[in-house]
């Protein structure tokens, strides 16, 4: 570790819920940030306005929020390097790609989307079925480095649509050092010419995720394998604007597998357990996504099963607190090799917990439970008492219910009175909200 102070991002995209790969990336940037008296800072990249979901930005914040796992530094949190929302940084981005251009690095391209479909077209095979724009076809095409000065000036100054993209060096190679997975090497030659400044003026990913790591002062830059392809972008766009040197250290993570493959946000519904974190509804389809805290899930469960999906302390043991975690935690731990979610196992890690957990902290959630199937709780005395008998046959928090339901039930209480009353005994009438 460098003296230089730790801070680390998860920087998600407002388009919808929440999925257990998110939430321990999250995790492991949280977990490292504590390890070292860092700090932890979300970052909300909603640069892309057509796939902006309206109420996806709170969610992910309640999301947080339940976890236990609150950002140091936020749109809600406040800091010292916001905005914390790249649509509100958007001059910030024009400047960094008019530098790139200027410097060579970059070209400006005014292809419409009819040119761009015809040079997929023109140049599909069956060895590369889906041709991108890169350094074999950016010659044949209408950009500032095809067309004379006069023309790029004219059409920048008429309203034509363009976009910035970087220029991709040919046959150089790109490396950097991965965290987990040691050195890591790219072509140039196989990497298209990606988009950095979009025709409305906003940054794609790979030009703000640098742009704000640099500004933002991140030390260390982690997050999923699946971005692993995009890296020598990202180095060279770093050493172009900003120097090697300065870039933070990297590592990604490995995907977290389904039944049959990598385990997306729709495999939910395919495999019968949840894969969000909390229930997300669509708000264009009014389709409801249960979450882990409804379908029963603690948080000290969701978190500890997350953490050990991918790393381990190097002992036996599998049960951690939060605290432990970041005692424990180690980058050197955590696998290479994607990590295969099991559902039976999970339920397993939130049984131990809410044997370990004490009657107190069951106590609201249990309420909630209950209140949730229409029973509301007012002897706290009781339910204590019934938590404590019932709690090791519990998997789920919604076991409550099954396991002691009944026992507060109006229809129970009125059963139980009537029988104590015709043995003439006196017996308090049932409160109405008990």
């Not at 970041?326 to 731990?333: A, N």
Request: glycine fraction near 8%; charge should be negative; aromatic fraction near 12%.
């Amino acid at each position: 570790m460098s003296d230089k102070k730790v801070r680390v991002r998860f920087a998600p995209s407002p388009t919808g819920g929440l999925h257990l790969g998110g939430v321990r990336t999250v995790l492991y940037n949280y977990l490292f940030a504590k390890k070292h008296g860092g700090d932890f800072i979300l970052r909300i990249e909603d640069t892309d306005q057509t796939r902006f979901v309206p109420g996806a930005e709170e969610y992910i914040f309640d999301c947080l929020k339940w976890a236990g796992l609150e950002p140091d530094e936020s749109v809600q949190h406040g800091g010292d390097f916001g905005p914390y929302r790249q649509s509100e940084r958007k001059e910030l981005y024009k400047n960094y790609a008019e530098q790139l251009v200027a410097e060579g690095h970059a070209y400006y391209a005014f292809d419409t989307p009819g040119e761009l479909e015809q040079m997929r077209q023109q140049y599909r095979t069956d060895e590369n079925p889906a041709p991108q724009y890169d350094n074999k076809v950016r010659m044949q095409m209408r950009n500032s480095l095809t067309l004379d000065g006069d023309t790029v000036h004219e059409l920048m100054h008429s309203d034509t649509p363009y976009v910035v993209r970087i220029k991709m060096p040919d046959e150089e190679t790109v490396s950097f050092n991965d965290m987990i997975r040691g050195e890591v090497s790219f072509n140039t030659s196989l990497v298209d010419d990606k988009v950095l400044l979009k025709a409305d003026g906003m940054p794609t990913y790979h030009l703000a995720v640098v742009v704000d790591d640099h500004l933002m002062e991140i030390s260390h830059a982690f997050r999923g394998e699946e971005w692993l392809p995009s890296a020598p972008v990202h180095v060279l766009l770093w050493k172009y604007l900003f120097g090697e040197d300065k870039m933070p250290q990297w590592a990604h993570f490995p995907l977290i597998l389904g039944p049959s493959g990598k385990l997306s946000k729709r495999d939910g519904a395919t495999y019968g357990f949840p894969v969000f974190a909390m229930n997300w509804t669509d708000p264009k389809t009014g389709d409801l996504t249960e979450g882990f805290k409804e379908m029963g899930f603690l948080p000290e469960a969701f978190m500890n099963l997350l953490a050990v999906l991918g790393w381990n302390d190097g002992t036996e043991q599998e049960i951690f607190s939060l605290d432990e975690m970041i005692e424990k935690f180690s980058m050197d731990r955590i696998h290479s090799a994607g990590a295969k979610f099991d559902y039976e196992k999970a339920k397993w890690f939130n049984h131990e917990w809410i044997k370990k957990l004490t009657v107190d902290r069951l106590q609201l959630l249990v309420k909630e439970v209950l209140k949730s199937k229409g029973i509301e709780v007012a002897d706290d005395e009781l339910l204590n008492k019934v938590i404590d008998l019932v709690k090791d046959r519990c998997t789920l928090l919604t076991d409550f219910y099954e396991q002691a339901g009944y026992i507060f039930s109006k229809r129970l209480k009125a059963l139980i009175y009537l029988l104590f009353s015709r043995n003439g005994m006196m017996l308090k009438p049932c409160s109405s909200r008990s």
